[in-house]
């Protein structure tokens, strides 16, 4: 069994259908608005409900910040490549997937993949080697968003790529020292945007089988973003761009 912890990553997990949580244990003494929400949610959801003491909680969770809440569910599962197509955002008529490339930080993770959620991307594909796994931690850091966002498992993210590009999708990889500004760019298409791990960035073989590459535009006395925020400013430059071509509001 694996946790989920903290309110809002439970409340996630028992909106989805069907939901992943098979248990709940909840630490005595906690009450709040929030976690009568909670325990009412899952009321309707028929999942078992138990009391313990806040150590166990502490000790599930490795003294994370569960606020007096703990889930159990099955290994995460992890989506298949058509579910990812199959969750194009409705607002829009291509695809805009996340590749990650190195991210072994599990909160850089469930951040990367909360900003990917958030800014519509129809899911995040990552390696199975030299990569953080979805865990609580993950899930935590994304507030739920882990359990609503398809996210692909892969062998070769090289592959992955010629795969994508057959299907008909123009490759971005972010580098902050080699890239075009990101304002030359018109994300023309199905786009899939590469991040890599801060400091390192991506691979030399992954950049090379990308399209382009672009970086953000650096004025301070410090030229590196966290990797999340970098996602963030370049998704949200894509989906921007997207949104005024196709006249969403």
Known sequence: MEVI?????LAEALRKEPCPLVRIHVARGVDSETLHAVLDLADAKKIPVSFREKRELDKLTGQGVHQGVVGFFPSFAYAEFNQVMGNRHPSFSCHLILLLDGITDPRNLGALIRTAHCLGANGVMIPERRSAAVTAVVIKASAGTALLTPLVRIANLSRAMDDLKEQGFWIYGADAREGRAMGEMTYEGHVALVMGAEGRGIRPLIRKNCDFLLSIPM???V???NVSVAAGIILNDIVRR???AEGVE
């Open 5 to 9: 912890y903290g309110i809002n990553p």
């Open 219 to 221: 004025f301070g006395k």
């Open 223 to 225: 030229d590196s973003l």
């Open 242 to 244: 997207r949104a005024y």
